[in-house]
């Protein structure tokens, strides 16, 4: 069974760095593509960041880039973003995501974790 | 960026009825859509790739459509566990881009 759990969200101050996890299992992690989408607060699904199943390649929204940083580590099959500079139109809840690129579908997705940006 | 229009934006329908929900693309995305649906509190889930195919899992009274740059989901016959929001994707250009969403009730 495909499991992908989140965790390291929480509450932050403007300006300050967030990391967030996704521990995947019962697929082969490092064959697929990977990626995270964010849902603020009674809004819709946003694409944040995905990353290529070796790493190599990495693609972000325009309002993250420079500030957010997908990586993943595939002997841990595990699935990171770094989120520096954080601002309070930020919050949200992350979902980790499976992409499957023949698809073009994300087709396996977290529980969420919540991401709240205050002062 | 590609624009996905969603509509309607809420819809309220009653057991057994046939529900369609859209999508339109502004520009063209060839086959590139998927459909996700949402439950309250929980995560997304897929329901129909590449316009047209079933996720895994999925009843088959879910289907999907495509003419042109529009694009539709059909229930044929609504269930009480279909009740969600419910969103179209674009995977035909970075960055993948959601519909807004179209709410789903009973009657």
């Known amino acids: 069974e495909v499991q992908l759990v989140e965790s390291g969200g929480g509450l932050v101050q403007p300006g300050r760095s967030m990391k967030l996890s996704c521990a995947a299992s019962g697929f082969t992690f490092n064959n697929y593509d990977m990626a995270w989408v964010c849902q603020a607060p009674k809004k819709g699904l946003e694409w944040v960041a995905t990353?290529?199943?070796?790493?190599?390649?990495?693609y972000y929204r325009d309002s993250v880039k420079g500030r957010f940083t997908i990586s993943r580590d595939n002997a841990k099959s595990t699935l990171y973003l770094q989120m520096d500079s954080l601002r309070s139109e930020d919050t949200a809840t992350y979902y980790c995501?499976?992409?499957?690129?023949?698809?073009?579908?994300?087709?396996?997705w977290g529980q969420g974790v919540m991401v709240t940006v205050s002062s | 960026d590609i624009q996905m229009t969603q509509s309607p934006a809420s819809l309220s329908a009653s057991l057994e009825e046939i529900v369609t929900i859209t999508c339109q693309a502004s520009q063209n995305i060839g086959n590139w859509l998927a459909w996700y649906q949402q439950k309250p509190g929980k995560s997304p889930q897929l329901l129909i790739y590449g316009t047209t195919s079933l996720a895994d899992g999925v009843p088959s009274r879910f289907s999907g459509s495509r003419s042109g740059t529009q694009y539709s989901l059909k229930i044929s016959r609504l269930q009480v566990e279909d009740i969600g929001i419910y969103y179209c994707?674009?995977?035909?250009?970075?960055?993948?881009?959601f519909g807004g969403g179209t709410k789903l009730e009973l009657k």
């Open positions: 990353i290529s199943y070796d790493g190599s390649s990495t």
């Open positions: 995501a499976r992409f499957r690129y023949s698809r073009g579908a994300f087709d396996y």
């Open positions: 994707q674009q995977a035909s250009s970075t960055p993948p881009t």
